[in-house]
């Protein structure tokens, strides 16, 4: 199984990204889906996540009204647009995947079986 991310870059404070997260080996169609981030000497920090059926969407308060997450199970795929980007939000940002239908995400790093090779996030200021 891998999970393939990619998207990240070198952005001004106010810009856009969007992050996608490719996933072969397995399908996704069940799995709860989510979006980590994590600065050198801190722990890694739940981002979003959303439910296997995409009707269930949780963010962490710093990031709620300028991301969204999104996933597309036909395609194998979970993105993550990211609007409104500050100095803060600057962090490699990893994909992962729970094997368990949840009705909503875990936000405990523990709960994620497969993760991906991290993105990084620059927001210049």
């Known amino acids: 199984v891998q999970l393939q991310a990619s998207g990240g870059g070198l952005v001004q404070v106010g810009d856009s990204l969007r992050l996608s997260c490719v996933v072969s080996?397995?399908?996704?169609?069940?799995?709860?889906m989510a979006w980590f981030r994590q600065v050198p000497g801190k722990e890694r920090q739940f981002v979003a996540g959303i439910s296997w059926s995409g009707g269930s969407t949780d963010y962490t308060d710093s990031v709620k009204d300028r991301f969204t997450i999104s996933r597309d199970n036909a395609i194998n795929t979970v993105d993550l647009q990211m609007n409104f980007l500050k100095p803060e939000d600057t962090a490699v940002y990893y994909c992962?995947?729970?094997?368990?239908?949840?009705?909503?995400?875990?936000?405990?790093?523990?709960?994620?079986?497969?993760w991906g090779q991290g993105t990084l996030v620059t927001v210049s200021s």
């Open positions: 080996g397995r399908s996704i169609s069940y799995d709860t």
């Open positions: 992962a995947a729970d094997r368990l239908s949840r009705i909503a995400s875990t936000m405990v790093v523990a709960d994620y079986e497969y």
